[in-house]
């Protein structure tokens, strides 16, 4: 297939003078491909933020309590008091 590349840069070797008198080399813009890209990007990030919403409200965050764990009030040594946990300073 070495044709088929040669007559690729032939054409873009033509062609490419052409495009470049077409437009000014000073006022590019991405044009309606690029708006339509960028919309197509933002309604899928919208779509997932609602799929993330629903999912989000389904999750229970309350823990079921550990069977094998001791009670809240033993602890290893009868005469000092249970560890509490001190809440982070940050």
């Known amino acids: 297939m070495p044709d088929m ?20 080399k000073d006022k590019v813009t991405p044009g309606i491909l690029g708006f339509v890209v960028f919309a197509a990007m933002a309604v899928a990030v919208w779509v997932l933020m609602k799929s993330m919403s ?4 389904k999750v229970d965050f309350k ?8 009670p809240s009030g033993a ?10 946990a001190k809440p982070q300073q940050g």
């Open 54 to 57: 629903k999912h989000m409200r």
């Open 5 to 24: 590349s040669a007559s690729v840069s032939l054409a873009v070797t033509h062609l490419l003078p052409v495009a470049a008198d077409s437009f000014d």
């Open 63 to 70: 823990e079921a309590p550990d069977p094998d764990a001791k």
């Open 75 to 84: 602890s290893d040594s009868p005469g000092k008091a249970p560890r509490q």
